[in-house]
């Protein structure tokens, strides 16, 4: 099945910085992948998703990468905010059989945003 | 307000007395599914549901039951709880299973099995 790495699983920057989270999957049939941020006591709620044949996405002051040879793909904040600090969580999406598709998520990276 | 609610928000029960987690959503999504949360693990897929009276087993099935008897509704059962099963559990839903349909997830309950 697939494999969702995720790193680093924890991460401090100053406020204004930039901030980026790392994953690598295993199946090369994967063809989406969002990204879930998760804020204290709250659900994952999805910030931004990118599709298999694009390879960044962009959506104010976050970004997405996708790089499909090497089976990595990655988020950046920028210019980051203290209410940016929460878990974000990536995964990958392939079908299955039977129909419908499976999202594998990565193990989380709690991100702070130090004044 | 479109969402996911779970109930209760917090639990602790006692080993082998059996429970259950309501899961309901109002946005007419026909994929529904539970997770359980641990540290250093992610998000782990319980069971799925792509229809009503359709479920099936995710990748740790083991020790719950589903089912999905109305479109909006679906209760996370423990026949008989132990405290492995101690987590903190969403329930998500999503409009269809293709690709691209992100996912609604309720607030989480947290169970404790002592």
């Known amino acids: 099945g697939e494999n969702v790495e995720q790193h680093p699983s924890t991460l401090s920057v100053q406020e204004g910085d930039s901030a980026v989270i790392k994953c690598t999957y295993s199946d090369s049939a994967s063809n989406y992948f969002p990204w879930y941020k998760q804020e204290l006591g709250k659900g994952p709620q999805l910030i931004i998703d990118i599709r298999s044949n694009v390879g960044e996405k962009k959506d104010q002051r976050i970004a997405v990468t996708l790089n499909k040879t090497a089976k990595h793909f990655s988020l950046h904040i920028t210019e980051t905010q203290p209410e940016d600090s929460a878990v974000y969580f990536c995964?990958?999406?392939?079908?299955?059989?039977?129909?419908?598709?499976?999202?594998?998520f990565g193990t989380g990276t709690q991100l702070k945003v130090e004044l | 307000e479109a969402q996911v609610t779970q109930n209760p928000r917090y639990l602790i029960t006692v080993t082998g007395k059996k429970l259950t987690v309501t899961c309901s959503q109002n946005?007419?999504?026909?994929?529904m599914s539970w997770y359980r949360q641990d540290p250093g693990l992610g998000l782990r897929q319980i069971y799925y549901?792509?229809?009503?009276?359709?479920?099936d087993k995710g990748d740790v099935p083991e020790g719950y039951k589903v089912s999905r008897k109305e479109k909006r509704n679906f209760p996370l059962i423990l026949e008989s709880p132990s405290p492995n099963q101690t987590s903190l559990y969403f329930c998500?839903?999503?409009?269809?299973?293709?690709?691209?349909?992100?996912?609604?997830f309720g607030s989480g309950t947290r169970l404790t099995v002592v």
């Open positions: 995964a990958a999406s392939r079908a299955i059989t039977g129909g419908g598709n499976k999202l594998t």
């Open positions: 946005m007419n999504h026909e994929y």
């Open positions: 998500a839903s999503s409009r269809g299973t293709g690709v691209g349909y992100g996912y609604t």
């Open positions: 549901s792509m229809n009503v009276e359709v479920t």
